[in-house]
C-alpha cells in the first residue's frame, strides 16, 4: 500500500511570504500529526489532526496552522515566514492515534526561508 | 514534562559490531510507550522497535534489541551484526499511554557502519 506522500518535496520561499504544505496520509488513516525538524531544535510537534479536528497542539505561534479534509488529507500553513522556520517538516498518520495503532511517517519537506 | 536525552551524538562502528545506542528519560508516567526511530538520508522517519513500560520483558525486532530499565528510567538499542544500511541518526522517543498525545523525540545519535 501507499505510504504517506508530503508534497512537495523541496520549497525555497522568502521572508514574509506564506506557505501550505501538503500532506496524504496512508489510505484508512484518519490521524495526521506534524513535526518540525532542526538542527538546533530537535523533532518538535505541531499539532495533530484526527476526523478533520484538531485534537492536540504543540507550543508554536499562530502563524502556524492546520487543517485535514474529509479525505483525511492535510494541510499545514506558515503565514509570514521568518528564517528560523527553516526546517524539515515532517508529516505522520496513524489508523487513530500513535498509542495503539503506529505512527507512519512521510519523507518530510523541506523548507528554506531566504 | 517529559523529557528524553540521548547523549552520544555521533558514533561509528565497523561492519557486523555490535552497538549500543543510549538513552534516558524522564517521566511521572507510570504508563507509557518508548520508540527508536531511524531516519536514513531519505529523511523518512521509520519505526524501528517500540517498548510498552508495563511488559517488563526487553522487546527485540531480528538484530535490534532494547534494554529497558523502568526505574532508572533508560532505554538502549543495540544493533547486533551491524549492516552498511544502518548507517542512519537513531532517534530514542517517548509517548504517554493516551492514544492522543504527542511523540517527545530526543536530539538523535547519529550511527556511521563502516565498511
Known amino acids: 500500500k501507499a505510504g504517506v506522500t508530503q508534497t512537495p518535496r523541496y520549497l525555497i520561499k522568502t521572508r514574509g511570504q506564506q506557505v501550505t504544505l501538503s500532506c496524504s496520509p496512508i489510505s484508512g488513516h484518519r490521524s495526521v500529526s506534524w513535526y518540525q525538524q532542526t538542527p538546533g531544535q530537535g523533532l518538535q510537534f505541531l499539532f495533530e489532526?484526527?476526523?478533520?479536528?484538531?485534537?492536540n497542539k504543540g507550543n508554536f505561534p499562530g502563524r502556524f496552522s492546520g487543517r485535514q479534509f474529509s479525505n483525511s488529507r492535510s494541510e499545514m500553513n506558515v503565514s509570514t515566514l521568518e528564517l528560523g522556520d527553516s526546517a524539515l517538516y515532517l508529516c505522520?498518520?496513524?489508523f487513530g492515534g500513535g498509542t495503539n495503532y503506529g505512527y507512519t511517517f512521510g519523507s518530510g519537506t523541506r523548507l528554506t526561508v531566504v | 514534562a517529559q523529557t528524553v536525552t540521548q547523549s552520544q551524538p555521533e558514533m561509528s562502528v565497523q561492519e557486523a559490531e555490535t552497538v549500543t545506542l543510549s538513552c534516558t528519560y524522564d517521566t511521572s508516567e507510570s504508563n507509557y510507550y518508548l520508540f527508536w526511530y531511524k531516519q536514513p538520508p531519505s529523511r523518512q522517519m521509520i519505526l524501528v522497535i517500540r517498548?510498552?513500560?508495563?511488559?517488563?520483558q526487553n522487546a527485540t525486532e531480528n538484530r535490534f534489541s532494547v534494554n529497558f530499565q523502568k526505574a532508572a528510567k533508560s532505554f538502549s538499542l543495540k544493533i547486533s551484526d551491524s549492516q552498511l544500511g544502518d548507517t542512519a541518526m537513531y532517534f530514542c522517543a517517548f509517548m504517554k499511554f493516551n492514544r492522543d498525545d504527542k511523540i517527545i523525540f530526543g536530539k538523535g545519535t547519529r550511527l556511521h557502519i563502516l565498511p
Open positions: 505522520a498518520s496513524s
Open positions: 517498548q510498552e513500560a508495563y511488559k517488563q
Open positions: 489532526y484526527f476526523s478533520e479536528t484538531q485534537r
